[in-house]
């Protein structure tokens, strides 16, 4: 089967934490936080043969519900295999927690895990996430309704896991004896850190990269986001972050006039011209989200996306946002400049499109009902610790909307009862790496909690820069941490191999 | 409301592995194992004034399902609480984790708790366990189906608690900074384990009283219990233990005669005289299961179960069975002299009832649903390590009385894979304690697993002899037991309170 290449950044979705209504029953909500809810980070990896790999494909029989008896049924869950560098002689098992995707996408998006291999002697593992890519316990009918989606959770997905170990370690001849370390970006990297919570006799470790355990409840207050997103362009020029918070009120104030939405429509160079108040909540929401995808994959490299985007995009961008003071028109068109980088760094589109959606490869639907249930993340703004126009925290709102979209209501607080928010000082070898140009670094785990809780932050490092491959252009913060991640890594693999076999052996 | 008085011994209605098929319907099985199928424990708690305390009952709307999204719909969990001890400074939580049956009963016999709560100034809280008791998710229907009983899970139960655990800490005044510590017997005592395992943020430790954590797959030999109740019988005199080994081809002989099943009946003082084979089978496991209630209710005081027990119980019963060389029919004589200690040592009893059935406290359907699914305990015999008639485990046999009775089927990993099996160490602050007369202890962790996963093992103990109240007949090593357990105890709530506010506060 095809190789694993490139890492590009896994999960952007996790933003995907509004439900948005069915196209055409939109409701008003301010910008910002609506686009929050239509994140998508499409994608079109570039290869990188050097660290392209070979995987197989398997499948394990799950059954759909871990947690009730009163049906036997199952479906095949994905997983992918490689295992050129794994040595049954001091080697381990690296085994990557899917999240909300197709699970080959992240196998070409986690380079790291192909770099390390052979140092790690590690078989690779990629476990598919249930209602995700290939892995659907109803097939076609997954999503159909709230009976369907019943089992769409994250302790589903960590059981789901924990078999699929129990039994690799059962059938792979040499696998019984081999420490397993769970590795995820994003919520990826939620699983893997609550893997080991849950689970730890599963795996000896976890490196969570770029995890938000802590954007629940209040556990850290809710404009924390929109703010780093902010910093990051106020820190590349002030003048930037302060075009951009004017700019939402230069478009209000253009809308407002008789030919306003043409003049708009035509700055924008928009291929579908602006008709409605309607189209302009959406405009804000899709250039709101255009500055949050900026600020998430502000790597120090060229990458390729929906379009290619140039190093340090943020920098090119904000060289056309030097000037706040300026017209509201000039500055509607200092922010077509400022989009055209990010949308059209090739040159080749002759327009800009509001509607622009997402990689098939990441799950939409499955995230969006996540993102009713379980996964019920605060935002707000307020327009001054950030850019954006004010927004509140409206969980009735949200509750409502899941209602009428999915058939369910949220429980906020449920993740935190389950997984301990905080509190999580009793748990052991768990490593939570942060960019610090990364807006979901808010969070997520900033500070050491323990001696084997530890947190490794990147000042220079967007979402989980170090899940992607070495680049010569890499940062020397994100080397560190990467030595730093593979440090512990091998202590752990050193500690299990040296543990007598009572301890070691899995189950028996 | 009521006092909760003397420790009986909770649960040994964990034996309840086989789902008996409904009266009338029998399957036949080879005794010993039959036996463990319907056993119970009869109850009628003797008061002690000197740990009597008062309680207050309260109701907790619960989910009935944590783990799904699609039903929201809620049933009142049933806890006791009693704070006449509790102080809020350095002051503690001790929170019994109810297993199958009236939690009343639970904290009428757990004094152990009621002895300690003011050296530990704590509050103390018994929560019930769904589907026992009061605490019906479906209430009169709630053994109906598989679809009612879906939820019966010990998932559920230790997400009941966790949600339980945040609402005390939520809604009583001085209760948020307050260390709780999760305790429970038998099957209660594997939930505190396993609480403290799957939600450490909610408890600072456990004590597990012969919790039986490793009776499950083939973590230990199928064996080891029936051949502890043999040992407590054979250390009381090997003669005894030989008397019952040979008993049952005694009665197997003289049943086989034309007048036998009649003269055994008589010999036996039987209220219903046995008439077939069946009743022979119903004989044999009847008395089997006497001898294992007498292993797990040795205690060296009198005690009121059923029937009044003399202290020491398997010493007197062995008076009468010191000579095995006996004809068949003298051996029968001896075997009734010694049934006769347990069923009738007040003298009342006009005859013996083959037929009795548990104190209600305890609840049968809930048990023998969760033998079928989760609580997969193999046991057998082989009638030379033990003194019971051979027996192999048989999964199939079970799988298929299962089905018939509650339409599900067990899953006999799922136990280990969820909690870790023998896999543990990486937890902390729990305490096991094993009597080393109990034949639980065979499935119970008896060595260290580390600095804080401490064995506590009681030489002349039965079933969590720890767990009932003060006696002044208490053998020493139950009495250094017990101040083990309330030193780390002490430890767990002063380490709680002198640890920085960030860490100590739940959820936020």
Redo the contacts between chains.
């Keep these: 089967m095809g190789g694993c290449a490139l890492p590009l950044l896994p999960l952007l979705l996790l933003l995907l934490l509004l439900p948005g209504p069915a196209a055409g029953a939109a409701v008003p909500r301010p910008p910002a936080l609506r686009a929050l809810g239509r994140l998508h980070l499409p994608l079109s990896p570039t290869s990188r043969p050097a660290v392209a790999g070979n995987y197989s494909v398997h499948y394990f029989q799950q059954?759909i519900d871990?947690?009730?008896?009163?049906s036997?049924k199952t479906f095949k869950q994905r997983y992918l295999i490689a295992d050129k560098y794994w040595e049954e002689d001091g080697g381990s098992i690296l085994f990557y927690t899917g999240n909300e995707g197709d699970i080959v996408w992240f196998c070409n998006n986690t380079g790291f895990m192909w770099d390390v291999a052979e140092e790690l002697k590690a078989m690779l593992v990629f476990a598919e996430h249930r209602y995700y890519g290939e892995s659907l316990p109803f097939g076609d009918s997954s999503f159909k309704s709230?009976?369907h989606?019943?089992?769409l959770?994250s302790?589903?997905a960590l059981?789901d896991f924990?078999?699929l170990i129990?039994h690799l370690k059962q059938t792979i001849p040499g696998a019984e004896n081999q420490p397993v370390i769970a590795l995820g970006g994003s919520y990826g990297g939620m699983l893997a850190a609550w893997l080991r919570m849950?689970?730890?006799?599963t795996v000896v470790g976890a490196l969570a990269a770029s995890a938000p355990i802590w954007q629940f409840?209040?556990?850290v207050p809710c404009g924390i986001f929109m703010e780093i997103v902010t910093t990051d362009f106020k820190e590349s020029d002030p003048n930037c972050s302060e075009s951009i918070r004017r700019s939402w009120d230069a478009i209000n104030h253009l809308a407002a006039t008789g030919s306003g939405l043409q003049w708009i429509s035509e700055a924008l160079h928009l291929c579908r011209p602006l008709t409605s108040s309607e189209d302009i909540q959406n405009l804000k929401d899709w250039i709101s989200e255009t500055w949050v995808n900026l600020a998430m994959v502000d790597y120090p490299y060229e990458s390729n996306f929906l379009q290619p985007l140039p190093a340090w995009p943020i920098k090119i961008v904000c060289q056309h946002l030097r000037n706040p003071k300026v017209s509201d028109q000039q500055l509607v068109q200092n922010i077509f400049q400022a989009l055209n980088i990010y949308y059209n760094y090739s040159g080749q589109a002759k327009c800009l499109n509001v509607s622009e959606t997402a990689t098939s490869s990441l799950g939409t639907q499955g995230w969006s009902y996540q993102s009713c249930?379980?996964m019920i993340m605060p935002f707000c703004t307020n327009g001054i610790d950030d850019m954006f126009e004010p927004h509140s925290w409206n969980l009735q709102e949200l509750s409502n909307e899941c209602f009428q979209q999915w058939?369910?209501?949220p429980?906020p607080?449920?993740i935190?009862?389950?997984y301990?928010?905080?509190?999580?000082?009793?748990?052991?070898?768990i490593i939570f790496s942060n960019g610090e140009l990364d807006p979901w670094s808010g969070g997520g785990v900033t500070e050491d909690i323990s001696d084997t809780l530890i947190a490794i932050k990147i000042p220079e490092g967007a979402h989980h820069l170090d899940l992607r491959a070495n680049n010569p252009l890499d940062p020397q913060s994100v080397l560190l941490a990467r030595s730093l991640e593979v440090k512990h890594m091998k202590q752990w693999i050193r500690e299990f191999h040296a543990s007598p076999k009572?301890?070691?052996?899995?189950?028996?």
Tied chains: 1, 2.
């Design positions: 059954k871990h947690f009730g008896f009163d036997d709230p009976r989606l019943n089992f959770t302790e589903q059981a924990a078999e129990r849950k689970y730890p006799h409840e209040n556990l249930t379980e058939g369910v209501r429980r607080s449920w935190t009862t389950l301990g928010g905080k509190n999580i000082s009793s748990h052991k070898n009572t301890a070691v052996l899995g189950y028996f």
